[in-house]
């Protein structure tokens, strides 16, 4: 299989630092804002923001989530493919929080119709926002948007993004397939 490199790991680190930035200028307090990673691949770049928001800008305390939304997918049980649970931890109440859900790569946007879902079990979020790492723009099978994207990609539909973290592959870096 044929892959070229979308992003370095240069590039991703300046593509966080940047999307830290974004969200430092939109709530400067964090008291009543949620950082929520969308498991497994969200949980990686969720992680990494609240370090750079923490470390390098100083931001007390951001409160980090992870979310299972393997049961709340629409295409649970459908077809051979066996999907695999991970754990949601999220040890804080959402109710009236600004909730922003972190994944690495926007798709269909079936993940994040199942995140809106999920969450729902933790509280009523004041508001609701989505960063994304990657954005396949021509993609979507639902009408759901980024606030906060790194990169637009427009792959073709049989190309495949593949985010790699240092933390699980050795190496930060995207890759189209």
């Given at each position: 299989?044929?892959?070229?490199?979308?992003?370095?790991?240069?590039?991703?680190?300046?593509?966080?630092?940047?999307?830290?930035?974004?969200l430092i200028?939109?709530?400067?307090?964090?008291?009543?804002?949620?950082?929520?990673?969308?498991?497994?691949?969200?949980?990686?770049?969720?992680?990494?923001?609240?370090?750079?928001?923490?470390?390098?800008?100083?931001?007390?305390?951001?409160?980090?989530?992870?979310?299972?939304?393997?049961?709340?997918?629409?295409?649970?049980?459908?077809?051979?493919?066996?999907?695999?649970?991970?754990?949601?931890?999220?040890?804080?109440?959402v109710e009236?929080?600004?909730?922003?859900?972190?994944?690495?790569?926007?798709?269909?946007?079936?993940?994040?119709?199942?995140?809106?879902?999920a969450?729902?079990?933790?509280?009523?979020?004041?508001?609701?926002?989505?960063?994304?790492?990657?954005?396949r723009?021509?993609?979507?099978?639902?009408?759901?948007?980024?606030?906060?994207?790194?990169?637009?990609?427009?792959?073709?539909?049989?190309?495949?993004?593949?985010?790699?973290?240092?933390?699980n592959?050795?190496?930060?870096?995207?890759?189209?397939?």
């Amino acid at each position: 299989m044929s892959h070229k490199v979308l992003l370095t790991s240069r590039e991703v680190n300046i593509i966080l630092h940047r999307l830290a930035c974004q969200l430092i200028e939109k709530h400067l307090d964090f008291s009543e804002t949620v950082l929520v990673g969308i498991q497994p691949r969200g949980g990686f770049v969720a992680r990494r923001i609240k370090q750079i928001l923490e470390k390098e800008y100083n931001v007390p305390e951001v409160k980090l989530g992870y979310l299972d939304i393997t049961f709340f997918r629409d295409d649970f049980r459908r077809g051979d493919k066996q999907l695999e649970a991970n754990k949601t931890e999220i040890d804080f109440i959402v109710e009236n929080k600004k909730v922003v859900f972190v994944d690495d790569v926007l798709y269909t946007g079936r993940s994040i119709r199942a995140a809106l879902t999920a969450i729902q079990s933790f509280g009523r979020p004041s508001e609701i926002e989505l960063m994304v790492l990657i954005d396949r723009r021509f993609s979507r099978h639902l009408p759901i948007q980024p606030d906060y994207r790194g990169r637009q990609v427009d792959a073709i539909n049989n190309e495949k993004v593949r985010v790699s973290w240092q933390e699980n592959e050795g190496e930060d870096s995207v890759y189209i397939l």
